[in-house]
């Protein structure tokens, strides 16, 4: 849950835009002077999320590496293969057995 490392005070958007990050916070997740963090935006309005860009790295190494693996064992199980659904039946039951060009349709 979002919410699991507590709430560490609030900040004030300044004239510039420039927000100060509680110095509880920077302590306990670790961010110092001069870290770069990605600013991503929440799937509701106002809501945004501070990420530090070498923690981003790693998550994303990490989720390659576990679907590379998981793509591997679905290989070795067959469960990776794609197979081709049927086309569609047609309002009258027949199962068309392929699209037809322009010049092969004839109007009725």
Known sequence: MFWRGGCFGSATVGAKGQVVIPAEARKNKGISKG????VFGGRERGVLILLPADRVSE???RTLGELTELSSTLALTG???MRKAAPPASGDGRVPSRR???S???TR
């Open 79 to 81: 469960a990776g293969s």
């Open 100 to 102: 037809r060009s322009r």
């Open 59 to 61: 998550l994303v190494a």
């Open 104 to 106: 092969e349709v004839t």
């Open 35 to 38: 870290d770069k963090l990605l």
